[in-house]
C-alpha cells in the first residue's frame, strides 16, 4: 500500500513570491493534514483538511492557505514568502475522524516538502 | 493548552540494549491519545506507537512499548535490543478531541530526542 506523498521534495523560492506544495493521502483516507517544521521552532499544526472543508487551522498567518479536492489530494500555497517561512512542510493523513475529533486516528506522514526562501 | 517535554535533547545507547526516552504532558482533558514518531535524517515522520488516554494496558509493537503512567502524566517510549538503524530523532506528541476543547486533530509535538546507536 503506497504511503502519504508529497511534491516537490525540495522548491526553492524568493521573497515575495508564492510557493505550491502537494500531497496525496494514502488510499481510503479523507482526512489531510499539514505540518511545517522550521528550524528552532519544531513542529507545529498548520491545517486540517476533511472531505473537502478546512476543520482546523493552527496560528499562521492568512496567506497560509490550502485546499482539499474531490479525490482527498491536496494542496498548501504560501503567499507573499518571507524568509522565515523557510522550512520542512509535512503531510498527514488519517482515516475520517468527523468533527467529534479523531483521538485514536493515527496521522501518517509523507516525506515532506523542504521550502527554502532566498 | 496542552503541553509535550521531552527533557532528553541527546541520549546514546549501545547496539543492542534498551533504551529510555522520556515524554511528559500536560493537558486538563480527560480523552487525549499519545503517539511517538520517529525521524531519520531524511525528514519523513515514521509513526511508532500509540497509547489512548483510557487504555488501561501500555501499548506494546514490536520493539516498542509506552510506558504510561496516568497519574504521573509520563507516556516514555522503551526501545529494547537497540538497532544501528534506530538512530535518529524521536517525537512524543499529543492529540485531543473536539475543536471546542482545544482538539480539532491537531498533533501537538515536543522538541524530540536525538538517539544515537553506537556499536
Known amino acids: 500500500e503506497a504511503g502519504v506523498t508529497q511534491s516537490p521534495t525540495h522548491l526553492i523560492k524568493t521573497r515575495g513570491q508564492q510557493a505550491t506544495l502537494r500531497c496525496s493521502p494514502i488510499s481510503g483516507h479523507t482526512s489531510v493534514y499539514w505540518y511545517q517544521q522550521a528550524l528552532g521552532l519544531g513542529l507545529q499544526f498548520l491545517l486540517w483538511y476533511d472531505e473537502g472543508e478546512e476543520r482546523n487551522r493552527g496560528n499562521f498567518p492568512p496567506r497560509f492557505s490550502g485546499r482539499q479536492f474531490p479525490n482527498y489530494s491536496s494542496e498548501l500555497n504560501v503567499n507573499a514568502l518571507e524568509l522565515e517561512d523557510s522550512a520542512l512542510y509535512l503531510c498527514a493523513s488519517s482515516l475520517a475522524s468527523g468533527l467529534a475529533g479523531g483521538i485514536t486516528d493515527t496521522q501518517y506522514f509523507g516525506p515532506g516538502t523542504r521550502l527554502t526562501v532566498l | 493548552a496542552q503541553k509535550i517535554t521531552q527533557t532528553q535533547p541527546g541520549m546514546f545507547v549501545q547496539e543492542k540494549e534498551a533504551v529510555t526516552l522520556d515524554c511528559t504532558y500536560d493537558?486538563?482533558?480527560?480523552?487525549?491519545?499519545l503517539f511517538w514518531y520517529k525521524q531519520p535524517s531524511s525528514g519523513e515522520m515514521i509513526f511508532l506507537i500509540y497509547?489512548?488516554?483510557?487504555?488501561?494496558q501500555n501499548a506494546t509493537e514490536g520493539r516498542y512499548s509506552l510506558n504510561f503512567q496516568k497519574a504521573r502524566k509520563s507516556a516514555n517510549l522503551v526501545i529494547s535490543a537497540s538497532q544501528l538503524g534506530d538512530s535518529a530523532m524521536y517525537f512524543c506528541a499529543m492529540i485531543l478531541g473536539p475543536i471546542l476543547t482545544g482538539g480539532g486533530n491537531k498533533l501537538t509535538f515536543g522538541t524530540g530526542t536525538q538517539l544515537k546507536v553506537e556499536l
Open positions: 493537558t486538563s482533558d480527560q480523552s487525549y491519545g
Open positions: 497509547q489512548g488516554s483510557y487504555d488501561e
